[in-house]
């Protein structure tokens, strides 16, 4: 255990999804010491417990650090960038990394970007220069000026990253890991049976035959409206009467309004049709969408994994406005008649030809070879 | 009482010189409610007593946050950063501001800018878009990143902001208001007395008739090297024989290598022709290096300020690099026989003409201004 | 506003029903000048939205500090607890009281008192002296020996509070301001409707002729048992028979246990007998309490203000162990078969004369008198 | 590594004197795990730099946490106590200790105290029970009242921990570990050099032949008054004439006072029998003391150490106010001339008779044994 000290803080079920490959393909590196810090949501159980998932997958956890405030609001969101800040510090002290890996952006992104920055730690930041909407775009691109190391997705992020004035030889454009295991999932030789492993219960999934996926999180700049959002979503799934799987959303602010609309939905119909899940591992959750006839919500999983994946995606609002996309995609406002009209669209349409874009796999092979290899250093210019 | 509330965090002295006749502007402004929070080492008497200069300018303080650690290195500054940002949450909640200015690129610039971000409030962020070395030139563009609307002081500055992917609609070029106090210090008709207001005291400088100032910070990157770099520009003055005010260094990390090759010095010799100050205020430190025949060190001041005052330049070290300058300014490296060379050189060019490269007055105004009457809002996307 | 600033920080449903009447009196007071602080869970919507009922009933809150972690464990209990005590040192150095009031045993009564304790503020705490299990037990007596003035309920809760080396002269016997309601409650001619106010809806309860309340939260030092336990009882109501009103749990360590338990019931059967509730208002509370067959579970309310009102109580397990108790409580362990016992006697034996031993009114008056009058200070020595 | 992990929170020069033979008997011994977390002003310099000695005296330091604000202040002094608990929770999250020990009555050691109790980890106190004035006496009784084990130095201070309601079978007098050190300084055989460890350098110290130390605390409760008292007592001992070995306070709330006090003094006089110390060594320093004519000020040593090594001692105030104390002291308040008389007196009467008030050394080894062998609980009720 004498090589380069990797620590990567893994924060969320989406991040972790996007660093798994690259997290084995550096625990089984010769001359890379891996130090993963679990934090945020990827602690609590009501969103997958991706700690105790990450166990499973035989990754040992170096540091644990709880910040996630009750009541999603503004505020709170705040507060736990402010505490995961003070504890990613202290861990950080004590681990003595050589060098940070943050992923996207969340605000324990830009928690960990600020801890690194601060403390003469280079950091490397995943999937910098992305576009999207809300907070999250604010963030992801103050994370990559704070960063020292750009892995990104495609090329067109990296000319974004090098746009915002960051030196070319820092930027990599290695794919997203998250397509490693896409690749894997669409690979019918490796499918398998697909359980809910929530809470510790192994409880088969037992789905019908033709299904739609839900997965809307709140816009956290518009998260007043985040219930009446939902709302229009599950009116549009009962008006075209589809059999639907629906997840719970982050810990945004305004989670509890999308919460809220679930719950109402759920009480007020006999909800034959309609399946809820809290979180699903990241491989059985990628077979869950390969395996369903469209993708409706916000998340950004219908516009990369889903793009290789060719699965239709109906993508609602704001949140990935911007974000580079494959044919794969429809965009749609809050608006029930809408969303109804696109999804009859894509179900008609059926699956999609799979598209690069964000990758063809061995992304966390390169992301692991950059980051043993790659000179490290905290100094940096604008360039440009 | 029911005007727009604009929330201004003050941190430092540099910060305040750089925001107060904005502040005078905002307070005075009819339909504008100034919430002026002070902060980090603004509340420490031992870097100048900015609350109590504040009060005496006749700013009222609407709420306080101590967060500076002792034991300056990069622990206790990413510490620091994270205790900020607790502390600016509850006062922000609290204050309920409609819009919160930051000033610069310091560790609570960044604190302040993440709070607002996560808040929903609209940032205002000044000085955005220069260049320089250390953390700093992370911090700056990180925070240009989280904010919603950019005032800065010069047009290449404003140029690249836009660069950044920022909305051009949203980037003003207002000058920096420091110029609006340098243009009254410059006016010989409203020269004073200069006092020394530190820790309460009045007591008079005496000050020789030619006589350089000596104003140098650690470099939070090159931390280690901060009691070496100090010592190579002391030795410079010595060998020059001029008679030098040095200034007590920022609460950065290093500051304690720097303060320590200050007393060493201090205690080594017989120290006559060195005079120490923690600190002035805004309008009497500039009229010192106003009176000064040559600026030594690495503070923003001599490019900034010293640019209008038209006062000899000798800049040390890679902290200012990059920052845009006029032709009052000679680079060196940390490197005692290049110094004092530099410093000669300085010394028989006399003064330079006056540069109005970072503003010619009014700064202040003008954002007064524009933060009254400008459209606020959070949602922003990448432009260009 | 010229009078003592009295600085009363209420966190939750709990404390705000033994402090009400308190507040009531003091921001009618001519020469006191009161400052509510609302924290933890008291901002939270699940947890009865306190901070709306309190403005509801006429009280400005002069500040807000969310601090509940998500995750109810020891780890994040201890979180909220530090968080607690930043937040409220920011808001102590914005508000400057001259007195702080803090109430019972909870994490945020240990953060307010550890706050007022260091920053030289005179500290009164309500509710000392009292006994019971779990890590309250431990806190409440912590708080005491923090405190300056001590304002408890009872006579034996004062000898206590001497025993432990407090100074006779600053323990004021002022009998629980919970009692007030209690009194209000009992006297039929103001009883009233009884509406549940949660999340803002008006929802009129419609309640069975005879049913029982049921209020039983986890208790932090057995944090892991807190599913089986509530189990236990939830199991003894269906073995009885009896229609139940039920209540979510307090947020401390474990609670996520009881609250799944309640889920586990509520969904496996069919339930008709059951009403779940998330809070009322404390009057709306007391009116419930009154008119029920038995009070059964581990709440404080039981013991005190059920001794007034009469009410028969089934109290469980170690958490009110030791607590002083009338006639009207009979105790049992965590085993469903003696709850049911008990349960059943209760039920035959009916409601029990009133006990004036929490006190009998008025007292939300004495401690505003208290701490108009005192005299205050910092400075102790311990005594006997 | 197997045995049973025990966690000591090392916070500051006095609490390392009072527990290094505690540590080097854990750290031998077979069936125990010592982890020591660093802290507080022990991780720094221009307090001694304990991080350092402790590595020097061959012990490991498991975790670090940076917590000390600047500008010693009340605020300040609540701002640490918050940071220390929420990094000493991620830090015991991370360690998992299962018993953390806590050493008498600083911020740090309530904030040990606060994070163990939440976290169910059993916490045992030491040097609890005992009296004395400022904030240090309400801290050590709460810190006792959080506690489950307590390990006193005298028998008095066991019946006052007792009188607090506090089993006495979880109630050990040890003595004091500073007295184990104390037996070995008196033990001429292994006296030895005396140098100043300070800041890595090994300045032999040149003592005159008759010296007195002098120890002044600021008092946290009376810190507006700290400069003003310490300038009594060097005005005192300048009355004496007497050479004096000065040390600079602890940083609490007061200690710039007393620190500008000294500084006065230092700079206004020549100064030519005063030697000015950050600090020394835990048995350097009480070989100082051991040959010192007498000590003069409010620190505890006077009244532990010295009533065993028999050193004469001038308490000046009440920080030491009813702390249990043999002969060897003389009580005075901040007065000049009554400082000067009895620091006269005490010169006069020479050394005192070894008192074993305090312990007679091997405090160290029982506390090690009890911890390794005592049965560890979290849940405890009021005794008595």
């Given at each position: 255990m004498t090589g380069r000290r990797v620590c990567v803080v893994v924060s969320a079920r989406p991040s972790y999804s996007r660093v798994k490959t690259a997290l084995l393909a550096m625990q089984?590196?010769?001359?890379?010491?891996?130090?993963?810090?679990?934090?945020?949501?990827a602690?609590?159980?009501?969103?997958?417990?991706i700690a105790r998932m990450l166990e499973e997958d035989g990754l040992r956890i170096a540091a644990r650090a709880a910040t996630v405030l009750e009541g999603h609001d503004p505020t709170t969101m705040a507060t736990s960038t402010g505490l995961a800040l003070l504890k990613l510090v202290t861990i950080f002290e004590n681990l003595r990394p050589d060098v940070v890996v943050t992923i996207a952006d969340r605000y324990e992104t830009l928690a960990?970007?600020?801890?690194?920055?601060?403390?003469?730690?280079?950091?490397?930041?995943?999937q910098g220069g992305e576009v999207t909407g809300s907070v999250d775009e604010k963030v992801r691109h103050a994370v990559t000026k704070l960063a020292d190391l750009h892995l990104v997705s495609t090329a067109r992020a990296a000319q974004r990253v090098i746009a915002m004035g960051e030196d070319p030889k820092s930027v990599f454009v290695t794919g997203c890991p998250s397509i490693d295991l896409a690749v894997e999932v669409a690979n019918p030789s490796r499918a398998g049976d697909l359980t809910e492993q929530r809470r510790g219960t192994d409880r088969r999934l037992d789905l019908p035959a033709d299904y739609v996926v839900v997965l809307q999180h709140p816009v956290t700049t518009e998260c007043e409206q985040a219930r009446a959002q939902m709302l229009e979503t599950l009116h549009a799934l009962r008006d075209c009467g589809v059999p639907a799987v629906i997840f719970h959303p982050n810990d945004d602010a305004g989670s509890e309004g999308t919460t809220r609309a679930i719950e109402e939905f759920r009480t007020s119909r006999n909800?034959?049709?309609l399946l809820y899940l809290d979180s699903l591992g990241p491989t059985d959750f990628l077979r869950l969408i390969h395996g369903s006839s469209c993708l409706v919500g916000n998340s950004s999983v219908g516009i990369r994994e889903g793009s290789y994946l060719g699965v239709p995606v109906v993508n609602v609002g704001t949140r990935q406005k911007n974000r580079e996309r494959a044919a794969n995609v429809i965009d749609v406002a809050?608006?029930?008649?809408?969303?109804?009209?696109?999804?009859?669209?894509?179900l008609a349409n059926g699956p999609y030809e799979s598209d690069t874009l964000y990758g063809s796999g061995r992304a966390g092979e390169r992301i692991a070879s950059i980051l043993t290899e790659?000179?490290?250093?905290?100094e940096k210019y604008f360039s440009g």
């Open positions: 089984s590196h010769p001359t890379l010491d891996l130090q993963v810090v679990v934090t945020a949501s602690l609590l159980e009501r969103y997958g417990g960990t970007a600020t801890a690194a920055a601060y403390m003469n730690i280079p950091l490397a930041h995943l909800g034959d049709r809050h608006d029930r008649a809408s969303i109804a009209e696109a999804l009859r669209r894509q790659v000179p490290l250093h905290i």
